[in-house]
């Protein structure tokens, strides 16, 4: 019986090479913004259905259809007077519905990797050539419409194959964010190439906070500061790695945007902070501690 993923050693948060961030920074910040479409009636998959209620759910789409057409424009003029650009967690089916979205980011200079084809087509029972050639998709999509290179993969909500990390990995990216086990980066053992982990917290994720936890506004904001304060102290022995996962269609709702707005200048407003994206972040890492870290972890073994 298996009982661990195996992509990744074993490296006690104590015990690893000091990671020194651009600037003398402590930490690395991120802001993940997921731009994604939501199918009204999508192929189905025999491993999760794509809606909770009946098809046509209109309450699932046009709640989330919210996000592309009044929530992103307020998450946007947000992170522009707070100076932060985004990383752009991508269903890559956005370029064609809505290139206007993507302009936006693009004359801004944010990043974008991808999230899949739409939110509702899964990799789950995804043969390895479905899956390659889904991210081939991607990779073409994003050079296409943006001129950029794709370097950063976060699997269509959160679905996997075996063959997943291995794939991106041998297709050139360079990091990934479907590992939530640790604060800094680190190396993922994949078949052939060079691939990190770059943290990507549940725990400061709109979707959680709001959708499951059920926190206020207010609270979201003082989570994210609380967050913010204990990675600063501690990215003084070693930088560490704080990143925000939005969806506009829940954090561009007007009353959660003052809060937010709030929480994001305050972590802004600090030096020794380096305001970065994801693909920044891992190709500092990848050029300057993955062999390290790689050297100094102890390897899982299957019992």
Known sequence: MKRDPGYYDYLPYSRRPRIEWPGGARVAFWVAPNIEFYELDPPPNPTRASWPRPVPDVLGYSYRDYGNRVGFWRMLEAMDR??????????????????????ACAERGWEFYSHGTYNTR?????????????????????????????????????????????LVAEMGLTYVCDLFHDDQPGPVKVRKGRLASIPYSLEMNDAIAFSVSWVTPRHYAEIIRRQFDRLYAEGAGSGTVMCIPLHPYLIGQPYRMKAFEEALAYIAGHDKVWLATGREIAQHFNDHYHDAFVAASEPIHDL
């Open 122 to 166: 899964y990799t789950f029972n995804m043969s390895e050539a479905q899956e390659r050639a889904l991210i081939q998709d991607s990779i073409d999509t994003i050079r296409a419409h943006t001129g950029q290179r794709l370097d950063g993969w976060l699997a269509p909500a959160l679905s996997y194959t075996e063959n997943t990390l291995h």
């Open 82 to 103: 707070c100076g932060v650009r985004g990383s752009v967690s991508l269903n890559v089916a956005v370029c064609e519905h809505h290139p206007e979205v993507i302009a």
